[in-house]
Each structure stands twice: as C-alpha cells, then as structure tokens.
C-alpha cells in the first residue's frame, strides 16, 4: 500500500510518498506561490517520484484509466491537509488561489482515493504518532496516550482539537469560544477588543494577529506579529510586555481546555508561535498560567503539557489520513469524507 500525502498552505507545501513498509520513497518542499495550480505542483512531484527511483508499477494498459507516466505517482490513496476549510471534498487556498477537488485529483493522477482534511486536523491525527523526540517537555505529569488529548495551535488562527483513543480526531471551534480575562489588565484589553470587534473570542487573543491585538492595546504601532516579537528580543519594553500577556492567556486557555477534556492524555501546543518563541515557553510563565485554576491546581499538576518541536507533524498526520482513506473507513469512523 502505498501513499502520498501533503501539507498545503499558501506559503509552503510539502509533498511525501511512502511506501508500503512506512519508508519515505519521495519527499519534496515547494514555494506555493511559484505553481498557478495545486495539479501543476503535484505533477511536478511526480516527476521527483521518477528520478528518485522509486518503484512505479503502472496497471496494463488496457485498463479503463490506465496511469499515464508524465502523472503517475502509483499510489492507493492520497490525503492533503489544506489550510483553511474544507466542504465537499473542496477546498481554497486563498493566497495562491489554489481550488482543490478530491474527485479531480483522483481522475487527473489515477489515485483510487483521495481526501482533503483541515490542516489543525491533520496536526490532531499526527499528534499521537509522535516520538519523545517531536517533543519539549514543559510540565511534567502522566502522558496517557489512550486517555483524552488536548491540541491547541495558536498561529495564523487558534486550532483547537480533542483526540480520544489515541485514534479518533474531534475537531473543534474552541478558538472562537468567548475570551475570559483573568486579571484587570486582560479585562482592560477585552473592553478595547469588544470596541473593536463586538464578539471578543480566544482566537483574538491567541494568534499571530492576537499579539498585534495586544501590542496595540498597550499603545503601540500595528505591525506585523514577527516584528513585535523581534522589538521584544531587542529590550522594547511594550513588546515584551505583549508577549508576556500573550503567553499568559496561551497558558490559561491551555488550562481550561486540559479541564474540559480531562486531558491525561496530555496537553500539546501546535503551531508556529510558540515553536519560534521557545525561550518564553520554557521560563516557567506559560505553566504558571496553565495551573492557575485555584482548587484545581493539583488535578492540572497531574497533566503533561509539550510543545511540539516537530514541523512536519501536519505532514504525519496527512499520510496517517492516507492510510486511513486506503482502507475505505468512512467520516464517521475518522472524520475523512470517504465512502465505499
């Protein structure tokens, strides 16, 4: 069985193959924007399929859709996880104006099943597939991987994600839940968010723009969230005290979603934030606010948090939606719309 799997976003793609005893035959990162079409890009990939050497055994020729060689991947399933929604078996990625059909895909490659999937969901079916390694231990505690799972992903937008079973994905739209403030100061920064937005959710918090929200709410310029970070690292008293808010409301939104679920699985943080901004991860600020939750301190004490050093636990998580579509198991079953 043989599979191909992608993380596509608007800036970066990665394209992987494996083979059927988990080996990677074929593994590709692209510039999105350099190909006017996902099929352009992904029959640019089939030509690195080819000069890899990889095996490539094309059905007789007589068959109704025989493979031709310019597309052929040979491949009994393929899963793209897409940034941004998918409905339907379509999908947009909105920067490139890439359109993604699951159906096209399949009769433009001769791939017998393929399935888009949330680019924060495919984090989700990564997760569990991690090693020790993907990891970076910021609290200690139990880490039961056939007990609920907690995945936040604070990046472009606020993922949030529950995995029961080490399996099965529940997805969610917990970043759009209502922000709470947990001192006057945050209470200050929701009353100037609400005169901005009416609805203040834990998304305009917790994001690239979330930083840009609270740097602005302390009196400074809108800039890009990078740069704040970078005026923080530089000593800018502003920006390192709109980091330290930032990381304060990660930690209390990590904790209340650790309680909802019962997380003794343990509590993962995905996305490109925290990843490049480790140091304030890793101080002891983040994990104090995970646990200030009064009488409920020591239940949280007893759950593991990480931060996932991994990149590719996106691209993980699509070849195990590949695998999953190989089999025919169907939406209810793995949240893939694939059916028999």
Known sequence: MRLLAGDVGGTKTLLRRVEADGSVSAEKRYESGAYATFDALVRDFAGVVRASGAPVVPPPSSAPEARTTPTDLDVDAACFAVAGPVLNGHAEVTNVGWKIEESS????????????????????LGVPLLHDEDLLPLHPGARDRTMPMAILGAGTGLGEAIVV??????????????????????????????????????????????????????????????????????????????????????????????????????????????AKNIPRFTDGRFVEAFLRKGRFRPLLSTISVDLIVNERVGLIGAVEGARRAA????????????ED
């Open 165 to 274: 079973h080490a399996r099965d994905v529940i997805p969610t739209e917990g970043g759009h839940c209502d922000f709470a403030p947990q001192d006057e100061e945050q209470a200050r920064l929701f009353v100037y968010l609400a005169k901005k937005y009416g609805h203040v959710s834990w998304e305009r918090v917790l994001s690239g723009h979330g930083i840009v929200n609270i740097f602005t709410f302390l009196g400074g310029d809108e800039i890009e969230p990078a740069e704040v970070a970078e005026l923080a690292e530089r000593g800018d008293a502003r920006a390192h005290r709109a980091m330290e808010i930032f990381v304060d409301i990660y930690g209390a939104e990590a904790g209340n979603m650790a309680l909802r679920v019962l997380a003794r699985g343990g509590v993962y943080l995905a996305g490109g934030i925290a």
């Open 327 to 338: 089999t025919g198991l169907r939406i209810e079953e793995t949240g893939l719309r694939i």
């Open 105 to 124: 895909l399949a009769r433009a490659f001769s791939i017998p099943r393929v399935a888009l999937i949330n680019d924060f969901y495919a984090v989700a």
